[in-house]
């Protein structure tokens, strides 16, 4: 099991950025496919992101062009870098850690077992 502590919300204009940060602690994340999910009021849960254990990323459609995973495994941190906001973006994001390796779109089916506290994204229009 990994602890996963979230930071980096917060409210921003139409076209500007922010970058989201999930801590990992209790289990180094190279062993961890991790993702970003986000859910706004009444609607579902949405893939955003994925990075797998190889290091390679994957996006959500709605995303793609705009935001960045990464991850930094001397800090044992995951990010997500978030780029021409829009309203639309306004949600809870979460990030997510599994043990399953995943690849394209599987990375959205794969059970996620290990779930940060979420962090508000608002984005004014």
């Known amino acids: 099991q990994v602890q996963l502590e979230l930071s980096g919300g917060g409210m921003v204009q139409t076209g500007g950025s922010l970058r989201l940060s999930c801590a990992a602690s209790?289990?180094?994340?190279?062993?961890?496919?991790l993702a970003w999910f986000r859910q706004a009021p009444g609607k579902e849960r949405e893939f955003v992101s994925a990075i797998n254990k190889n290091g390679a990323a994957y996006y959500g459609d709605a995303v793609k062009g705009r935001f960045a995973i990464s991850r930094d495994s001397a800090k044992n941190t995951v990010y997500l870098q978030m780029n021409s906001l829009q309203p639309e973006d306004t949600s809870l994001y979460y990030c997510?850690?599994?043990?399953?390796?995943?690849?394209?779109?599987?990375?959205?089916?794969?059970?996620?077992?290990?779930w940060g506290q979420g962090t508000q994204v608002t984005v004014s229009s």
């Open positions: 209790g289990r180094p994340i190279s062993g961890y496919s």
């Open positions: 997510a850690a599994s043990g399953h390796y995943c690849a394209s779109d599987g990375c959205t089916r794969i059970p996620y077992d290990d």
